[in-house]
């Protein structure tokens, strides 16, 4: 029985059925093998080898097959073991046995148990050399192990050695020290005592010094307090006077090239300072002169763009009384988001012009943080306390005298005190009807 044979002669075996599978013809291949002809040659006789072997052992015409194409690709081996003398002692003992098998020799058995006696020797052999490596590799070790043991022996001794050394040397020092603090302790308490007498005299200087202290803290309080309010006052009036200057003076300037630009008058002319010092100027310039005119109604949007034609113009929007008109169905936050949304179109394409929008602070719940200003843009909020109609005339109140300002509202009593302080006042509706355009 195949089960009989050792492992390497049943492998040589199927390899033999295997190649010789491969060669047979359609009509003569044994059912059981038909499968494992399918294989590619380097994986028939691993994945075949149960069929094959049984092939071998039930078929005995698929046997003789097998047994002819061993005979015609191996004749020297089938040659050696079939002569009297039988094969040499140097063929290789599983090849012998698996040909003597498939060729059902007389002695067939005899060498399947040579080959089975010789794998067994041969991993006798093997596993005593594996031993014997293993011996040699632990003997190896312990060898080791025993030098390092000597070496940190020898280092420990050093150690404890100079251990000993330190503390005989942590005594002596030890017993000359107490010395020194025996006498250092006396020192101490002399120096306690006087100590002690200096600290009450300081302490009856210091309190003698502290009322004067705090009398000169006092003074200087009091001077500091006068200096900063008067430095104070002197830095916001004069940043105050400075920043009406430079808006005073972008103002005129930008104001005379636009009548420069607006007459097409060259540069070799008289500058506008010298004809408004003239008769016919007394009355003064209005920049205001062509807007809302030519019987505009007062929702008409081309009146914003004229009025953002004006150069140097601060436009002064009251952002609540705008997005009530137009869009009170919103929350505020979005009434506002929208109308700066628009803004901030508007501001980019009037790059001459200065936009603030005015939002009643009182008309929230709190003081509203973060809000996303537009670029050129600039949003205030009324102070707490206050509405928005009271930082709008602030704001105009603000401007030097000849800077063009508008402020667009459409709350009548705005409106009127905004124009008495001089500035031109738009309705809410014309920039509504301008941002829907």
């Known amino acids: 029985m195949t089960e009989t044979l050792p492992a390497d002669v049943r492998s040589q075996v199927v390899v033999y059925a295997a190649e010789a599978l491969a060669e047979l013809a359609d009509a003569v291949v044994p059912a059981s093998l038909v499968a494992v002809r399918r294989f590619k040659a380097s994986r028939r006789a691993r994945l075949g080898a149960v069929p094959l072997a049984a092939a071998i052992e039930q078929d005995a015409h698929f046997r003789g097959r097998v047994a002819e194409w061993v005979r015609r690709t191996n004749p020297d081996l089938v040659a050696a073991i079939t002569a009297p003398d039988g094969p040499p002692p140097a063929a290789p003992p599983a090849q012998m046995a698996a040909i003597a098998y498939i060729l059902r020799l007389p002695d067939w058995a005899a060498l399947v148990e040579e080959a089975a006696r010789s794998s067994a020797q041969e991993v006798s052999s093997a596993r005593m050399d594996e031993a014997t490596r293993e011996i040699s590799r632990l003997q190896e070790q312990i060898e080791a192990v025993r030098r390092l043991a000597r070496t940190e022996q020898e280092q420990l001794r050093a150690q404890l050695d100079e251990a000993r050394t330190e503390a005989e040397e942590a005594r002596r020092r030890l017993r000359a020290s107490g010395d020194r603090v025996r006498r250092a302790e006396i020192a101490a308490r002399e120096i306690s005592v006087a100590a002690e007498t200096a600290r009450d005299i300081a302490a009856q200087a ?14 200087v309080h009091e001077l500091e307090a006068a200096a900063s309010a008067t430095r104070r006052d002197n830095r916001d009036s004069r940043s105050m006077d400075e920043a009406r200057l430079r808006v005073l003076l972008d103002t005129l300037m930008a104001a005379a090239n636009g009548v420069r630009r607006e007459l097409s008058l060259p540069t070799t002319v008289a500058r506008p300072a010298d004809l408004i010092s003239r008769p016919e100027n007394d009355r003064g310039f209005d920049p205001f002169s062509g807007v809302g005119g030519r019987g505009r109604a007062d929702d008409d949007p081309a009146i914003i763009d004229d009025v953002l034609a004006v150069p140097g113009l601060h436009l002064i929007i009251d952002g609540y009384n705008v997005t009530k008109r137009g869009y009170g169905a919103l929350t505020l936050q979005a009434q506002r988001a929208r109308l700066l949304a628009g803004l901030g179109a508007l501001a980019g394409r009037a790059l001459d012009t200065e936009v603030t929008v005015v939002f009643d602070a009182t008309a929230v719940v709190a ?36 800077r063009p300002v508008a402020v667009v509202t459409s709350d009548r009593e705005v409106a009127e005190n905004c124009a008495s302080l001089g500035a031109r006042t738009v309705s809410s509706d014309a920039m509504l009807s301008r941002l829907d355009r």
């Not at 309190?207 to 003074?219: P, V």
């Not at 949003?379 to 206050?386: D, I, K, L, M, N």
Request: hydrophobic residues 40%.
């Open 206 to 219: 210091a309190r003698d010094s502290g009322a004067e202290a705090k009398r000169l803290r006092a003074r």
């Open 367 to 402: 003081r509203p943080v973060g809000v996303a200003m537009p670029r050129g843009v600039r949003v205030v909020f009324s102070q707490a306390g206050e509405l928005a109609d009271d930082e709008i005339r602030r704001l105009v109140r603000a401007e030097p005298p000849g």
